[in-house]
């Protein structure tokens, strides 16, 4: 127990190659790094959980690195490259703006900048959070961060890059981390499970990437907790009662029933899922999702941009050639317009079930639409 680290520092990437999902900022910052054309100041922007701070550390461990490779990584065997890896190193500094936010935090950064480094190329100065600084702390920081000393790198990492001044902005390179895609995080924790030894069924762990909604972090937190439950053993079913997410199954039952009109099956089904704990409007959410998913599924174009198991993929391409446009345009409607009447309304179980009835008997009333239009146009 005492040997055990979370997976999330565990794994946690050293190399720009390592990296899940952030090619686009490696790339540029290993091509900078091999043809010796390092911007003084950079800023890392983007949700939680994407890489902004790992590559912020990558960055910092590569400038300082004493033999580079051609492909712009650090060569861990160097005494740089060790005296970071053990939380050594003297040349790279790291300050959580979050809690040290004041000027009297950043007077003492900019103290430390004039000082050249004992050993190694540059000193790189990392501030995490950086949106927590008070206006007073970033005008303090404004002239250091504009004509830095020659051996001095910022790299500024935060989530909400609207709050910093603009006339920070105009002084740093700007790179902007991007959600990491679903399959790039199952990918990832396959990779994990099978150097972990543990089991697997690929469409639990593509329900464990939906869940953490684009954060590496968030999903590998999830993770572990799941490992824990299952004994090494991660399957979808255990996925599913764990994360409290409905099945595709009832969605995929839900436009069955709307398709043959089936009112009863409907209300049944809600009562079901209600039974197992789960709030009504988390079933119209999921349908009204599911209406969308099965839009956009009926063309090959836009299948592709399902982020789902191909199991799962396979079945919404089934179902929507089944259903006619109109038929998924008028529900993706109606469910939209539930989510607007629960809003207002007290009764959520009563709204949706309302709701559901008009699903019941919609292909009814887009028939019986159909048949009134030619005789308004004769009148």
Do not use: W
């Not at 003084?40 to 590569?62: D, E, M, Q, W, Y």
């Not at 972090?217 to 824990?228: A, M």
């Not at 053993?233 to 043959?260: G, H, K, P």
Request: some cysteine; charged content about 25%.
């Amino acid at each position: 127990m005492e040997g055990f680290v979370v997976s999330a520092r565990k794994y946690r990437p050293d190399k720009f190659e390592t990296v899940v999902g952030q090619q686009h900022v490696t790339n540029t910052l290993k091509n900078a790094l091999k043809q010796g054309e390092l911007a003084h100041a950079f800023l890392f922007s983007g949700p939680r959980g994407v890489g902004k701070t790992t590559c912020a550390r990558i960055l910092a461990k590569s400038i300082n690195c004493e033999n580079l490779s051609p492909e712009g990584e650090a060569c861990e065997i160097c005494a740089s490259c060790v005296s970071f890896s053990e939380n050594k190193s003297l040349n790279i500094h790291e300050l959580d703006a979050a809690s040290n936010n004041s000027v009297e935090d950043i007077r003492a950064i900019i103290e430390q900048v004039r000082y050249v480094p004992a050993y190694g190329k540059k000193s790189v100065f990392i501030i995490d959070e950086v949106h927590m600084l008070s206006t007073s702390a970033f005008n303090a920081f404004l002239k250091t961060l504009e004509e830095p000393p020659p051996h001095a790198v910022f790299i500024l990492a935060t989530t909400e890059k609207h709050k910093i001044l603009p006339t920070i902005l105009s002084r740093v390179q700007k790179f902007d981390f991007r959600r990491i895609k679903v399959n790039d995080i199952a990918d990832h924790l396959q990779t994990i499970c099978d150097k972990e030894g543990i089991q697997f069924e690929y469409d639990a762990l593509q329900l464990i990437a939906l869940k953490a909604d684009g954060a590496l972090r968030d999903g590998l937190s999830i993770f572990d907790q799941l490992v824990s439950y299952s004994g090494k053993n991660v399957t979808y079913q255990i996925v599913l009662e764990n994360l409290n997410v409905l099945d595709y199954d009832y969605f995929f039952r839900s436009a069955d029933m709307i398709q043959a009109q089936d009112h009863q099956g409907l209300l049944l089904l809600l009562h079901e899922i209600i039974e197992k704990g789960f709030e009504p409007k988390d079933f119209i959410t999921g349908l009204n999702e599911h209406f969308r998913n099965l839009l956009v599924a009926q063309t090959p174009k836009t299948l592709g941009l399902l982020e789902i198991s191909d199991n799962i993929r396979k079945k919404y391409l089934q179902q929507s050639q089944a259903i006619s446009p109109g038929l998924l345009i008028n529900a993706f409607n109606l469910c939209s317009e539930t989510e607007m009447n629960l809003k207002r309304g007290n009764n959520d179980r009563l709204i949706i079930e309302l709701g559901l009835l008009k699903l019941a008997y919609l292909q009814s009333a887009i028939q019986l639409g159909a048949e009134e239009s030619p005789e308004k146009k004769k009148s």
